[in-house]
């Protein structure tokens, strides 16, 4: 499998960022290049994943058997 690069710097190291965009009325986590900091990425603060879960969880059902 192909390694990822950052398209800037070709660096193939990446960190996840907390960051609030303006004009956004909520946080975001950047992948960004951790060599650099070019942005490649964006993903939700909160993990959906883990609060459907959790939602799941309280209405007394398992998402993944
Ligand atoms: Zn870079």
New binding site residues.
């Given amino acids: 499998m192909a390694s990822s ?7 193939t190291r990446f960190e996840i960022k907390e960051a609030e965009p303006k004009g956004s009325k909520y946080k975001v986590m950047f992948v ?7 942005v ?1 990425g964006v993903t939700d603060y909160y993990s959906v994943p883990s609060l459907l879960e959790k939602i799941a969880a309280k209405l007394g059902f398992k998402l993944f058997a």
């Fill in positions: 690069t950052c398209p800037k710097c070709t660096s960004q290049c951790s060599a650099c900091g070019a490649v």
